[in-house]
């Protein structure tokens, strides 16, 4: 029942195989390259919940990633790349009955982020996030009908660039999933789903999903 939450958190990150694409909506699956990505994260975070729906965190951390060709390659030697100072800000409303499988209610999320870095000042960025899912019960709660949206924005500084492996990315089982994941990449990114999920038997699921999205 506490309104008040601090924390840490020490995170080693290790991705292989990431495919890009390059850079827009209009790339080319033949434009395909490989990367693997190592980092470390560390953080702290403060959590104020002034009531049992409504969420206020903010957080600091470090980051520190290093660059390398896909692992079934490493032609390429690591890449030591800047070292970034993140803070976030966001609030949350979340009147979901359940967060793991929900029924019915609504999710919003704002998001706000600065990566200050450290190292070159060259690849400092703000990051902007907004989020929102409902959750309409049908027929008892055995059929529901599920609707998301979700943008991302990075504004463009004219002395700034965003680090390619940091851009928002569109594709995979939680975005647009007839597309791989990271199949886009670009500053901007907006997508939308609507699924209508039929509860078959004790968790088994049917559902029929469409999704929409660009970058």
């Known amino acids: 029942n506490s309104r008040l939450a601090l924390g840490t958190q020490f995170r080693w990150l290790d991705y292989g195989d990431v495919d890009y694409f390059g850079v827009g909506p209009d790339t080319l699956e033949s434009a395909l390259t ?19 729906w409504f969420d206020i965190d903010a957080q600091v951390g470090v980051l520190s990633p290093t660059l390398q060709d896909s692992p079934l390659v490493r032609t390429m030697p690591t890449v030591d790349q800047p070292t970034f100072i ?22 919003v999320r704002g998001a706000a ?8 000042g060259a690849f400092s960025h703000r990051r902007y996030e907004g989020e929102m899912a409902g959750f309409i019960p049908m027929a008892g709660e055995r059929v529901v009908l599920a609707l998301h949206g979700w943008v991302v924005n990075t504004p463009r500084d004219d002395d700034k660039s965003v680090p390619f492996y940091m851009l928002p990315s569109l594709g995979g089982a939680h975005s647009l ?10 500053r901007n990114m907006a ?3 609507a699924e209508l999920r039929i509860a078959m038997m004790t968790h088994v699921d049917l559902a029929m999903f469409t999704d929409a999205g660009n970058v």
């Open 113 to 120: 982020a600065h990566y200050e870095d450290r190292s070159t």
């Open 177 to 186: 999933r007839s597309f791989a994941d990271y199949r886009f990449h670009d």
């Open 191 to 193: 997508v939308a789903n």
């Open 86 to 107: 993140p803070t976030e800000l966001s609030m949350t409303i979340d009147t979901r009955n359940f967060r793991e499988h929900p029924t019915s209610g609504l999710l």
């Open 34 to 52: 490989q990367f693997g990505i190592t980092a470390t994260h560390i953080a702290a975070h403060a959590t104020l919940r002034p009531t049992r």
